[in-house]
């Protein structure tokens, strides 16, 4: 017969187990989202002794000023050349990583590595590759017959670089999560499909897409939350412009995250307007993960 100690041990310990993921949630995570709610509704800077409560005002000025729907725009634009690409490269590398090849340890760890470096050594290294005077890219363009592009100064060119350095540092990470749900997939289906006459492309399209979907989904929707959020490329592609504006001496690359930079630390110390940006980008990182599961979710069922 079990005894008491027993059956208190055994309903108990589970929860105290999983109590310190828990706890740790709640003292760095739920508490410091609440109390930014909480600044949100006060006009609460650093360079004054009171914080008078003036509700949602915050709010409404945050959505009557143009450049916080500027800041929207790069930072979707962005998202948008950053995240297609790098979706499609990186399930090409998988399929091709996980065909019979020679060193596929080395060929895994070599696209790991751009993930692993600091994102601002690849900032930095990336700021100069697209350089105006001494760039790489522009020194090739000007062997191809085209002229020099300053890509810090117009909105497409700034997006296009910084787009590509989000590609280069994501693609081969995506592509080990595609690669290690490919691995899951029978070799029948390849062996079958190859005897079909089926091409690589056919069997990517046909077997290892419809294969991989829910694990799609979820790179997708991590990719989206990642994107709305980039800080670090923006940020050190160009420096800061006149009076600390952030993203540009236009702002033309200041994406979300460097607004609500620019009015919490660079000027003003404004966290009570810097949280209500914070928790608007909240909503609609939210908003852009249900829009893609919902997608992806009809696209699985079709």
């Given amino acids: 017969m079990r005894t008491w100690p027993y059956k208190v041990d055994t309903r108990v310990s589970p929860y105290l187990y999983i109590s310190p993921f828990f706890l740790l949630f709640a003292i760095f995570g739920l508490f410091p989202l609440v109390y930014t709610a909480y600044v949100s509704l006060f006009d609460w800077s650093l360079l004054a002794d009171e914080h008078p409560f003036i509700g949602l005002d915050n709010y409404v000025a945050l959505f009557k000023d143009s450049y916080f729907w500027n800041a929207l725009?790069?930072?979707?634009?962005?998202?948008?050349?950053?995240t297609v690409p790098q979706l499609i490269i990186s399930l090409v590398l998988a399929h091709l990583i996980n065909r019979q090849l020679r060193a596929k340890t080395?060929?895994?760890l070599g696209m790991l590595l751009p993930n692993v470096t600091s994102v601002v050594a690849?900032?930095?290294?990336?700021?100069?590759?697209?350089?105006?005077d001494f760039g790489v890219i522009?020194?090739?363009?000007?062997?191809?017959g085209f002229g020099r592009i300053n890509w810090q100064a117009g909105v497409a060119s700034s997006h296009i670089a910084i787009s590509v350095m989000i590609i280069w540092q994501w693609s081969g990470y995506n592509a080990l999560i595609f690669l290690a749900a490919?691995?899951?997939?029978p070799r029948e289906l390849y062996e079958s499909a190859r005897l079909d006459g089926a091409t690589e492309a056919q069997q990517l399209r046909q077997i290892t897409i419809p294969a991989i979907r829910p694990t799609i989904i979820f790179v997708v929707i991590v990719s989206t939350i990642y994107g709305l959020q980039i800080f670090?490329?923006?940020q050190l592609f160009a420096g800061s412009g006149p009076l600390g504006i952030t993203g540009g001496t236009d702002r033309?690359?200041?994406t979300l995250t460097l607004y609500l930079y620019e009015h919490g630390f660079n000027r003003g110390f404004e966290f009570g307007y810097a949280s209500a940006v914070a928790w608007v980008m909240f909503g609609i990182i939210v908003i852009f993960a249900v829009l893609n599961y919902r997608l992806i979710r009809r696209i699985r069922q079709s």
Wanted: net charge positive.
């Fill in 182 to 185: 490919m691995q899951a997939v």
């Fill in 122 to 132: 690849v900032a930095v290294i990336f700021s100069q590759l697209f350089g105006r």
């Fill in 138 to 144: 522009n020194w090739a363009l000007e062997g191809l």
């Fill in 232 to 234: 670090a490329q923006p």
């Fill in 252 to 254: 033309q690359f200041q």
């Fill in 106 to 108: 080395l060929w895994r």
């Fill in 73 to 82: 725009f790069n930072t979707v634009s962005i998202l948008i050349l950053s």
